[in-house]
């Protein structure tokens, strides 16, 4: 069973998502530490609920981001995770600890990648007429939301669609997609190697990502 750390700067709703999966089955794996660098986060009122250990650890404490990278490594060695995923982290990790974990560090972002890196991406999506939107995961580098992709969700944007329905829609479709990546890693059936992503899935080739369409 794979040992999971999730790192959070909000509500934890993916974090939730993760764990229910863990424990129907879904993933063979256990989230076994939480990190974030958000004191008043609700995931870590979640945490709690849930009986998972966690840790704060406020970037605001630190003036470099070589020291808070460092902290947030020195964390994560204690449990020695085999999956650590970023799961609504706002803080952009340097080179030496993505480097140091690029083989096992995955991200979830809202948008269809490499299209709004960056916040506010339904905001943009909407002011661009864009007919469809979605969510992108990948291996993490230093750079901001880049690093190879693993796969994407997509849905279409509809008709005079709010901001609110629209967020609440890439929510429902990151409880679904995460927990999916999640569960073909723990199971070997996506790797890193040479910085290239690895299915060992029947219907992908080495070159492609998983692409999934919803209707939510």
Avoid: W
């Amino acid at each position: 069973m794979k040992k999971i750390a999730v790192l959070i700067s909000g509500s934890g709703s993916n974090l939730e998502a993760i764990v229910n999966a863990c424990n129907g089955g879904a993933i063979k794996g256990r989230v076994v530490k939480i990190i974030s660098n958000n004191p008043d986060a609700y995931g870590l009122v979640r945490a709690k609920k849930l009986n998972i250990p966690s840790e704060i650890i406020n970037h605001e404490n630190f003036d470099l981001r070589d020291n808070f990278d460092q902290a947030i490594e020195d964390c994560l060695k204690k449990v020695n995770p085999d999956l650590i995923v970023l799961a609504g982290f706002m803080r952009i990790l340097g080179k030496k600890i993505t480097k140091k974990f690029s083989s096992k560090m995955i991200n979830l972002h809202p948008s269809l990648l490499p299209l709004y890196p960056g916040l506010g991406t339904h905001k943009k999506a909407l002011h661009n007429k864009d007919i469809i939107h979605g969510i992108s995961v990948h291996f993490v580098s230093s750079e901001l939301d880049a690093g190879p992709l693993i796969a994407q969700g997509i849905i279409r944007i509809k008709e005079n669609e709010t901001m609110n329905e629209l967020t609440a829609r890439i929510h429902r479709i990151e409880h679904l997609l995460l927990p999916e990546i999640i569960s073909l890693i723990c199971n070997d059936k996506i790797t890193l190697i040479n910085k290239s992503v690895s299915f060992n899935l029947n219907s992908l080739k080495n070159d492609d990502y998983i692409i999934k369409n919803y209707e939510v």
